[in-house]
């Protein structure tokens, strides 16, 4: 089975049981949370071995993670325990009816967590070294790089390495309190190193200063593909041989955005190690993400196997007419699903 490796922080998850400010609830609901370790499940749910590289403290927030994550088919040998520094903790404050346009924010407690001591001393580590060494994919983020300056140099060291064979991806995944007074320069370097970059159309003004696909291909050369998230319009791939395509986005009706993204990446990234076309690769990601944004938790659950075939098997017309609630993936007409 291809293996994939997803290396970054995972912190512990807070939310309102309810959707009120957060200085009214009166319970929060304990989760988990983290760019690379979603993609990590939604790897695993796609089908390919996968696991989550990364540091958590020696708390009941790390131990939670890695339950959850083992939970969801995820690997953790990879993961180092800090006797000493906490799991990272982030509390989701959902949007409020009476504020439809607000959208749900996020507060971060992550200054000095367990993985921000990740260094290049962590691909030191047998467990992490034969996890690298046999991975097809290796998944990133500009997240991590943003961490610390240890972060920052174990991902370019990973970017930098001969592949022999592997796939390196590199989400912007662009956070705005994390880059605050640092150098972005930085982020548009090492997401050069990559052969895959995810961006969404937003992310790309703020972390390169453009939204214009040929000057970002012009700013990122290297890559084979550059994947333009363009919100709820539509994935384009751009290849470094000048080829586009270009797959809109499915009818969806959102309950929450969080982890769309992500779900997006493993959905993509799952078709380009299967051999898919760029079409149906994005057309992959397009339905992970569909299937997160229908639901409050950072992930969605798929289609089964048979109606995701279908799915991805329709002809354009078919595509386009797809709508999707709660989940359920129909039509005006019928149920995708043969």
Same mark, same amino acid.
């Given at each position: 089975?291809?293996?994939?490796?997803?290396?970054?922080?995972?912190?512990?998850?807070?939310?309102?049981?309810?959707?009120?400010?957060?200085?009214?609830?009166?319970?929060?609901?304990?989760?988990?949370?983290?760019?690379?370790?979603?993609?990590?499940?939604?790897?695993?749910?796609?089908?390919?071995?996968?696991?989550?590289?990364?540091?958590?403290?020696?708390?009941? !927030? =790390? +131990?939670?993670?890695?339950? /959850? @994550? &083992?939970?969801?088919?995820?690997?953790? $040998?990879?993961?180092? %325990?800090?006797?000493?520094?906490?799991?990272?903790?982030?509390?989701?404050?959902?949007?409020?009816?009476?504020?439809?346009?607000?959208?749900?924010?996020?507060?971060?407690?992550?200054?000095?967590?367990?993985?921000?001591?990740?260094?290049?001393?962590?691909?030191?580590?047998?467990?992490?070294?034969?996890?690298?060494?046999?991975?097809?994919?290796?998944?990133?983020?500009?997240?991590?790089?943003?961490?610390?300056?240890?972060?920052?140099?174990?991902?370019?060291?990973?970017?930098?390495?001969?592949?022999?064979?592997?796939?390196?991806?590199?989400?912007?995944?662009?956070?705005?309190?994390?880059?605050?007074?640092?150098?972005?320069?930085?982020?548009?370097?090492?997401?050069?190193?990559?052969?895959?970059?995810?961006?969404?159309?937003?992310?790309?003004?703020?972390? !390169? =200063? +453009?939204?214009?696909?040929? /000057? @970002? &291909?012009?700013?990122?050369?290297?890559? $084979?593909?550059?994947? %333009?998230?363009?919100?709820?319009?539509?994935?384009?791939?751009?290849?470094?041989?000048?080829?586009?395509?270009?797959?809109?986005?499915?009818?969806?009706?959102?309950?929450?955005?969080?982890?769309?993204?992500?779900?997006?990446?493993?959905?993509?990234?799952?078709?380009?190690?299967?051999?898919?076309?760029?079409?149906?690769?994005?057309?992959?990601?397009?339905?992970?993400?569909?299937?997160?944004?229908?639901?409050?938790?950072?992930?969605?659950?798929?289609?089964?196997?048979?109606?995701?075939?279908?799915?991805?098997?329709?002809?354009?017309?078919?595509?386009?007419?797809?709508?999707?609630?709660?989940?359920?993936?129909?039509?005006?007409?019928?149920?995708?699903?043969?």
């Amino acid at each position: 089975m291809l293996s994939a490796v997803c290396i970054g922080e995972t912190m512990a998850m807070l939310t309102p049981d309810q959707p009120v400010p957060l200085h009214l609830a009166t319970s929060l609901h304990f989760g988990v949370g983290g760019a690379e370790s979603n993609v990590a499940m939604g790897l695993a749910a796609m089908g390919l071995e996968s696991h989550w590289v990364g540091r958590v403290g020696r708390d009941g !927030f =790390g +131990t939670r993670i890695l339950d /959850e @994550l &083992r939970g969801h088919g995820v690997g953790v $040998s990879g993961v180092e %325990v800090d006797p000493e520094l906490p799991t990272g903790l982030y509390v989701k404050v959902p949007a409020q009816e009476s504020d439809p346009d607000g959208g749900s924010s996020v507060l971060y407690y992550r200054q000095g967590s367990a993985a921000s001591a990740m260094g290049p001393a962590t691909l030191a580590n047998p467990a992490v070294a034969r996890l690298l060494e046999h991975a097809a994919l290796i998944h990133l983020s500009g997240i991590t790089a943003a961490l610390s300056e240890g972060c920052r140099e174990l991902t370019e060291a990973i970017l930098a390495a001969p592949r022999q064979g592997r796939l390196i991806s590199f989400d912007v995944n662009w956070r705005a309190a994390l880059w605050a007074g640092q150098d972005r320069s930085v982020l548009r370097r090492l997401a050069n190193l990559a052969d895959v970059v995810l961006v969404g159309k937003d992310e790309a003004e703020h972390a !390169f =200063g +453009t939204t214009d696909e040929a /000057e @970002l &291909r012009r700013l990122l050369p290297d890559p $084979s593909v550059l994947v %333009v998230k363009n919100d709820a319009t539509s994935a384009i791939a751009l290849l470094r041989d000048g080829s586009r395509e270009e797959v809109a986005a499915l009818s969806v009706d959102v309950l929450e955005p969080v982890g769309a993204g992500d779900s997006f990446a493993a959905g993509y990234l799952s078709g380009r190690r299967f051999g898919l076309d760029q079409k149906a690769s994005l057309r992959r990601g397009h339905v992970a993400a569909a299937c997160t944004l229908t639901v409050h938790g950072d992930r969605g659950p798929l289609p089964d196997a048979g109606e995701l075939a279908a799915i991805l098997d329709s002809t354009d017309a078919q595509w386009a007419a797809i709508h999707v609630s709660g989940g359920h993936f129909s039509t005006r007409k019928r149920s995708v699903a043969p």
